[in-house]
């Protein structure tokens, strides 16, 4: 099985590529700034090669199902009050990512109710997109 990005024929680009890209160091970044990244980016790594060796399956705390929803997410803390969600499917021998949100812990629980609503919506119409030109071309760029 292998992981692959989402990519959306509408926009150009990958939502979950370009998601993880803010995360990369730059060089105005401080050592600090460098690092906080670079363990982020480690962590979402090591989960996603995790639910790649186990075919997309949930597993634990890593990866689970979403009741009214047929993707599945992988849940990884940016830090204390903030928790990025990895949406994701399953395509025959492929793990596809379609989108990556920012959950709060703290602020405004009807924000952040509505916030993460639209996120699976959108996650959901690129899950349909997909599905629909699967077979006709490739809707999807490789997973590094």
């Not at 060089?27 to 790594?45: A, C, F, Y």
């Amino acid at each position: 099985m292998k992981a692959v990005y989402y990519f959306d024929p509408f926009y150009q680009y990958c939502p979950v590529k370009k998601y993880l890209s803010q995360y990369k160091s730059n060089p105005q970044d401080s050592v600090g700034q460098r690092t906080k990244k670079e363990n982020l980016l480690v962590s979402i790594r090591s989960k996603i090669d995790f639910v790649v060796l186990n075919q997309g399956r949930q597993v634990g705390s890593i990866s689970k199902g979403l009741k009214e929803y047929s993707f599945f997410e992988i849940r990884t803390r940016k830090d204390q009050d903030v928790l990025i969600r990895i949406f994701y499917i399953r395509d025959c021998d492929k793990i596809v990512f379609l989108n990556a949100i920012e959950k709060s812990d703290k602020d405004n629980r009807k924000k952040d109710k509505r916030d993460m609503g639209a996120g699976l919506e959108k996650t959901e119409k690129y899950q349909n997109t997909y599905n629909k030109y699967k077979n006709t071309q490739k809707c999807y760029e490789e997973y590094i």
